[in-house]
């Protein structure tokens, strides 16, 4: 068993030890959520600070040329393709996830003419699969959403797909799944591959381009750290975005949208998947904290997350092994993104208790207790900490307090 002293020195030997003083933690704070909401860092705080008083408060509209706002979509989708095997010109910055997953969805249907299927696994995160049944209920009922299991897969490809739609990291397990074989396996079947790096961009390398993915969403407000409700970005394989005729077809997708045409003409590449004027303070926030990230090595972001990963788990097996938590992540580092997961009959309520104490997890219908690892942040003693901390609720039994059932609007 981990000693905290040995956790302490591995803090130590930490070549991402420096990025920590970079976060705006709360005191007495051990955040284990990044993975559903990201801290605030100083440099996105200081950003909104500057785009607030200068850029709105005094450049006013003339920001929009002097302060460059109308190439953030496309200099800060730039950037977050160095974190995901993307090239310049193949991701842009803008909307929510389920709105860039609309968009795509309706892109690959129209790239595979003739093809009326979306294959999913039915442990996608439900957004993505509302997305899909709205979007196959919208057409008429010709299309059809095909949900099978993740193990499933590649049997449910065949000729009649349009599109799988996957998202990497399990947002409940942790399950990590296999880009480059399901992508050839999609492509073997003439389908194409909409990938969703929700729980996957920023925390492990991704190589979208090594894998011959074709689409691609993902979330700005989880790991990437760019505040509530932040804006997602998507990827369009540069081979075919100009066979795309947009669904949202907005002013700011168009040739020229400061022309004020009546008629719709798409512009060149990857803009014309831009529709709405984007929401500046978020991508400001978004883009500041992306260059927090890219200081820092990926790979030794995802050696420290598996580090982390064996130091919780193995801590939770050991120290609480009487207390009847089933770990549901897989045990391999391969086949798994940056969390752990762990099934327990009383988790709401062990989690409340958790976070009252400054442990901060969250918990996922109906018995998961979900602890995310980002490596930039957090230390290996946080995580002896973490679970010292459970261990005490449960050896106690604090947790069995009435005020820890009581239901929260969000969980
Ligand atoms: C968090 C998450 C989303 C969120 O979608 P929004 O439209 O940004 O609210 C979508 N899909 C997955 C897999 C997620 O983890």
Known sequence: MTTRQQAVTLDDKDPLASFREQFLLPEGVIYLDGNS????????????????????????????????????????????AKLIGAQPGEVVC?????????????????????RRVIVSDD??????????????????????????GADDIPAA????????????????????????????????????VLWDLCHSAGALPVDLNGARADLAVGCGYKYLNGGPGAPAFLFVAERHQNAIYPAIAGWHGHAEPFAFEPGYRPADGIDRMLCS???????????????????????????????????????????CADFGFQLVSPRAAARRGSQVSFAHQD????????????????????????????????????????????????????WRQEKYAIRKAVT
């Open 347 to 398: 988790g709401y309520a062990i989690m409340q208790a958790l976070i009252e104490r400054g442990v901060i997890g969250d918990f996922r219908a109906p018995n998961l207790l979900r602890f995310g690892f980002a490596p930039l942040y957090l230390r290996y003693q946080d995580i002896w900490d973490a679970v010292d901390v459970l261990h005490d609720i449960m050896a106690t039994e604090a």
């Open 37 to 80: 909401l990201g801290p605030l860092t100083k440099a996105a705080s200081e950003r909104l600070r500057q785009v607030i008083g200068e850029e709105w408060g005094q450049g006013l509209i003339q920001s929009w040329n002097a302060a460059g706002w109308h190439v953030m979509p496309q200099t800060l989708g730039n950037k977050i």
């Open 277 to 319: 004027t984007i929401p500046v303070l978020s991508i400001a926030a978004l883009d500041a904290a992306i260059d927090v990230m890219l200081a820092a090595d990926i790979n030794h972001i995802r050696d420290k997350s598996i580090g982390l990963f064996e130091l919780f788990a193995g801590l939770v097996e050991t120290r």
């Open 94 to 114: 803008a909307d929510g996830t389920s709105v860039n997953l609309f968009k795509l969805l309706s892109a690959a249907l129209q790239l595979r003419p003739g």
């Open 157 to 192: 490809l065949d000729e009649t797909v349009a599109v799988l739609m996957m998202t990497e990291v399990d947002y409940r397990s942790g399950r990590l799944h296999d880009m480059v074989g399901l992508t050839k396996k999609a492509h073997d079947a003439g389908a194409l």
């Open 123 to 148: 442990g996608n995160f439900p957004t993505d699969l509302y997305v899909a049944q709205g979007l196959t209920k919208m057409l008429g009922g010709d299309h059809e959403f095909r949900l099978v």
